[in-house]
């Protein structure tokens, strides 16, 4: 019942930014660990970032530095900063979430990011 909602990709230019939103409805926000996962034509779907219901944040060793991850529990969000963007950021950028210590998994629809040099 978890449903979530990504917005933000685009197009941007080798060291431009952008910004991902996911929203989050029929969750009980505060609890979910969220995170952005990636997934580029011809692979596997890989991690981005994280941040616990605690929020506790960890990265992808490729984004370190340059992603920031942050939630809003408020407005029910999770945000990427993206910084620094390179061509081989391109992919469809998904959210998940999860309750903790729970075996689902809830995905968006993925927005897509292009990272053009």
């Known amino acids: 019942q978890v449903q979530l909602v990504e917005s933000g990709g685009g197009l941007v230019q080798t060291g431009g930014s952008l910004s991902l939103s996911c929203a989050a409805s029929?969750?009980?926000?505060?609890?979910?660990?969220m995170g952005w996962y990636r997934q580029a034509p011809g692979k596997q779907r890989e991690l981005v970032a994280r941040?616990?219901?605690?929020?506790?944040?960890d990265y992808a060793d490729f984004v370190r530095g340059r992603f920031t991850i942050s939630r809003d529990n408020a407005k029910n969000t999770v945000y990427l900063q993206m910084n620094s963007l390179k061509p081989e950021d391109t992919a469809v950028y998904y959210c998940?979430?999860?309750?903790?210590?729970?075996?689902?998994?809830?995905w968006g629809q993925g927005t897509q990011v292009t990272v053009s040099s």
């Open positions: 941040i616990t219901r605690g929020g506790i944040k």
């Open positions: 998940g979430a999860a309750y903790w210590q729970s075996s689902n998994r809830y």
């Open positions: 029929g969750s009980i926000f505060s609890l979910l660990d």
